[in-house]
């Protein structure tokens, strides 16, 4: 059965694509912070594995896994936590430049090195979640923007090269998604968070499963998913 490596898998988008995969019966492994929150994964979603590797210090990932039993087979790599914190240029920091750029450009560029040969042998999927941010920058987004500029050229170039390896490339770009990432934007825009107005996780999760299920003679690419209130 396919085998799916996953990233925030703990809230939103991540944690409804992990319990759908899971109810089909395909195999989930988790990405956790630590060994705490591996534990709260796993009660979480049921039958998963977890892995421990922490997105915010991608120089240690490859130490990290190499301290742990890995999957046999990998079917899809899929890119979903993420990490914000607005600001404008002239406020920002540099440790909250880092912050975004480690978790939402650095880590994932390393997880995808070290599970490349196992995505190779299976031709598998590499997904990474993007946003809307990805696509134009605007005001106090700057780091974030940033970030997610950068992966959208990282999944460019990775499906470039991995083309004649077999190995597919989606990018999928949504708008704001009900979730508590979009809570804590809400709070750092001083603005009333009204989850019905926003995207249930649902219909992003809906849009993952169909880019990895789609027959091999097809591949998405670019995926945009915009609020439909």
């Given at each position: 059965?396919?085998?799916?490596?996953?990233?925030?898998?703990?809230?939103?988008?991540?944690?409804?694509?992990?319990?759908?995969?899971?109810?089909?019966?395909?195999?989930?492994?988790?990405l956790?912070?630590?060994?705490?929150?591996?534990?709260?994964?796993?009660?979480?979603?049921?039958?998963?594995?977890?892995?421990?590797?922490?997105l915010?210090?991608?120089?240690?990932?490859?130490?990290?896994?190499?301290?742990?039993?890995?999957?046999?087979?990998?079917?899809?790599?899929?890119?979903?936590?993420?990490?914000?914190?607005?600001?404008?240029?002239?406020?920002?920091t540099?440790?909250?430049?880092?912050?975004?750029?480690?978790?939402?450009?650095?880590?994932?560029?390393?997880?995808?090195?070290?599970?490349?040969?196992?995505?190779?042998?299976v031709?598998?999927?590499?997904?990474?979640?993007?946003s809307?941010?990805?696509?134009?920058?605007?005001?106090?987004?700057?780091?974030?923007?940033?970030?997610?500029?950068?992966?959208?050229?990282?999944?460019?170039?990775?499906?470039?090269?991995?083309?004649?390896?077999?190995?597919?490339?989606?990018?999928?770009?949504?708008?704001?998604?009900?979730?508590?990432?979009?809570?804590?934007?809400?709070?750092?825009?001083?603005?009333?968070?009204?989850?019905?107005?926003?995207?249930?996780?649902?219909?992003?999760?809906?849009?993952?499963?169909?880019?990895?299920?789609?027959?091999?003679?097809?591949?998405?690419?670019?995926?945009?998913?915009?609020?439909?209130?």
């Amino acid at each position: 059965m396919p085998t799916h490596v996953i990233t925030g898998a703990g809230s939103g988008i991540g944690a409804t694509v992990t319990r759908r995969l899971l109810e089909r019966g395909d195999e989930a492994v988790l990405l956790a912070r630590d060994a705490g929150r591996a534990k709260e994964l796993a009660g979480m979603h049921p039958g998963a594995r977890t892995l421990v590797g922490d997105l915010s210090n991608p120089d240690r990932l490859s130490w990290a896994l190499a301290q742990q039993s890995m999957p046999e087979r990998v079917d899809s790599l899929l890119h979903i936590a993420g990490v914000v914190e607005l600001g404008s240029v002239g406020d920002l920091t540099p440790k909250a430049w880092h912050f975004q750029l480690n978790a939402n450009l650095v880590a994932p560029a390393e997880l995808t090195r070290l599970f490349l040969p196992l995505l190779r042998v299976v031709q598998g999927h590499v997904l990474f979640v993007n946003s809307g941010a990805g696509l134009a920058a605007h005001a106090e987004w700057s780091a974030y923007a940033a970030s997610k500029h950068g992966l959208k050229a990282l999944a460019d170039s990775l499906r470039h090269e991995e083309h004649a390896n077999g190995v597919r490339v989606t990018s999928v770009y949504p708008g704001r998604t009900a979730s508590p990432m979009q809570a804590k934007v809400h709070q750092q825009e001083g603005k009333e968070y009204d989850p019905s107005r926003w995207i249930d996780p649902e219909s992003v999760a809906t849009t993952i499963l169909m880019a990895i299920d789609l027959p091999r003679d097809a591949e998405v690419n670019d995926l945009t998913v915009r609020p439909g209130r």
